[in-house]
């Protein structure tokens, strides 16, 4: 059903949203004469100045939830034709710029294709079209974290954490720069990747984590080598990441030590890195780790982190890229934990179908062009998301992964107490389970007889997978999907590598 609703939707969204017609082309060196081409208009019309009032009053809007001051003037896609582009107050421009260079154009292109949001998708940052405000608080604000009231979108998440991490350098700098502007010397040397322009600061993460596979990022991302062999990176301090016995409450005591070690080894690593004149100007944590292995640690674990943050001035930066969504049985994973002080700054994207973060007032650039890129998102998803939000919620299915995510759960334990020799550690919170396998042998065959058996499964490098969300599934189906997996176990007689039983199941609704 929500496919069908989200087709519906997409298909009304092109027809509704945008529109981007093409003019005809010329050769530099040919004479200036008019072209008449089918769509286009005749030649500018100019009604107010630019930016006029309504675009002055959009743009108040969006300050309130970004730094807007880059935006030039907020747009009528639908009114927009072939070399125009027309703004919110009815000023037709022709149209220099073309979404900073970015838009094809070319009146061979058909107008079929020239309808779709993709072809016709503006530059976020500087022409937004005259929705954008209201397409946000109808999708992604409507979920905002508790404490976050401002959101940047951006396309994935590689570079929603890559951007995070500038707005949390940014931060840290002004917070110790106080109230004087940039100096001549931060202005010269930071062009020359010197101090005090570009400063030593660093993330701290933690071994095991994903956070991407960009520059800043893959300095982050400790959890399969091929992801980083022959790549330089930064010295940043990487943390070891709680590795828990299971079941929990047989290890409370072992599990509670080992939590302890790993948060005295985050302290340790920051006066260690000041001491080397790298401060740690953040941490950088995941609910669950995922490609690392769906490690999990307990909420008592995130709160005391998110306390050593706050204590040695670092901003807590939660990438919920793979956690976040509902397939825990909250809307974002860290919602657990019963944070006191919520994080500073939250990373989102998969299925959220758009990239981006929230974060704090405090972190809020504090000037244009400073968190910026071509496009900072799309907005055609921020459409998709609005309806799957109103799905979610119509047809609580939060509920329904924290109760699917328990059958499942029960499930998988039976087959670990009948199978020991082949499934061990089980684990998870919602939908978002795992278990080990004693090798890769093991597992990979698990997969291939899983797969068979209608359970599609992926291979993986080492204990480690990408989750989705299973919000559609019902009860009924991990029943069958754990029956199926019964008659799988015992196919074969040799085995640890983790298989997440989340990323077994292809979810379609």
């Known amino acids: 059903m929500a496919s069908m609703l989200l087709a519906r939707h997409l298909a009304c969204s092109f027809q509704h949203s945008y529109r981007l017609l093409v003019p005809g082309s010329r050769h530099i060196s040919q004479p200036a004469a008019k072209v008449d081409v089918e769509f286009d208009y005749d030649g500018p019309l100019m009604k107010t100045e630019v930016p006029g009032p309504r675009s002055r009053a959009l743009m108040k809007q969006l300050n309130i939830i970004q730094n807007a001051e880059a935006v030039h003037f907020f747009c009528n896609y639908e009114e927009s034709r072939g070399n125009y582009l027309v703004d919110v107050d009815g000023n037709r421009m022709l149209d220099l710029y073309c979404q900073i260079s970015s838009a094809p154009r070319s009146h061979r292109l058909s107008l079929a294709l020239l309808q779709s949001m993709f072809v016709n998708r503006p530059a976020l940052g500087i022409l937004p079209p005259e929705n954008f405000v209201e397409k946000l608080r109808e999708s992604l604000l409507s979920v905002a974290p508790k404490g976050m009231s401002q959101l940047i979108t951006m396309a994935c998440g590689s570079c929603s954490n ?297 291979d993986f490098e080492k204990p480690c997978s990408s989750p989705t969300s299973c919000l559609f599934f019902q009860v009924w189906c991990w029943g069958a999907a754990v029956t199926n997996l019964f008659v799988s176990v015992p196919r074969w007689s040799s085995g640890i590598t983790m298989l997440t039983c989340s990323s077994i199941f292809s979810v379609t609704s």
């Open 162 to 458: 890559e951007n995070a991490f500038k707005t949390i350098f940014m931060w840290y700098r002004s917070k110790e720069r106080g109230q004087r502007g940039f100096s001549q010397e931060e202005l010269e040397t930071c062009m020359i990747n010197q101090a005090p322009g570009c400063p030593d600061y660093s993330i701290l993460s933690f071994m095991g984590a994903f956070h991407g596979r960009t520059m800043g990022c893959l300095a982050t991302t400790h959890s399969k080598a091929i992801h980083k062999i022959d790549i330089p990176s930064f010295d940043w301090p990487i943390a070891p990441f709680p590795r828990l016995k299971y079941p929990l409450e047989e290890f409370v005591k072992e599990n509670q030590q080992e939590e302890a070690r790993c948060l005295e080894e985050v302290e340790d690593l920051i006066v260690k890195y000041r001491k080397k004149k790298k401060t740690v100007a953040g941490i950088i944590v995941e609910p669950i780790q995922s490609e690392g292995g769906d490690n999990h640690a307990s909420d008592d674990f995130f709160r005391k982190l998110r306390d050593i943050a706050r204590k040695h001035g670092c901003a807590f930066l939660v990438d919920e890229v793979q956690t976040g969504g509902g397939c825990t049985g909250k809307f974002w994973a860290h919602e657990h934990w019963g944070l006191d002080d919520p994080a500073d700054v939250m990373t989102f994207s998969k299925k959220m179908m758009i990239g981006g973060f929230f974060h704090k007032e405090e972190f809020r650039p504090n000037a244009p062009y400073r968190i910026f890129n071509t496009w900072l998102g799309d907005p055609s998803k921020n459409l998709l998301l609005a309806e799957v939000i109103n799905i979610i919620k119509r047809e609580d299915l939060l509920n329904n992964a924290a109760h699917a995510g328990k059958v499942l759960l029960t499930g998988l334990l039976d087959l670990q107490a009948r199978y020991p020799q082949f499934i061990s550690r089980v684990r998870g919170r919602g939908t978002f389970c795992s278990f080990d396998t004693p090798d890769d042998s093991v597992r990979n065959k698990l997969i291939l007889i899983a797969r068979n058996k209608a359970l599609p499964a992926h």
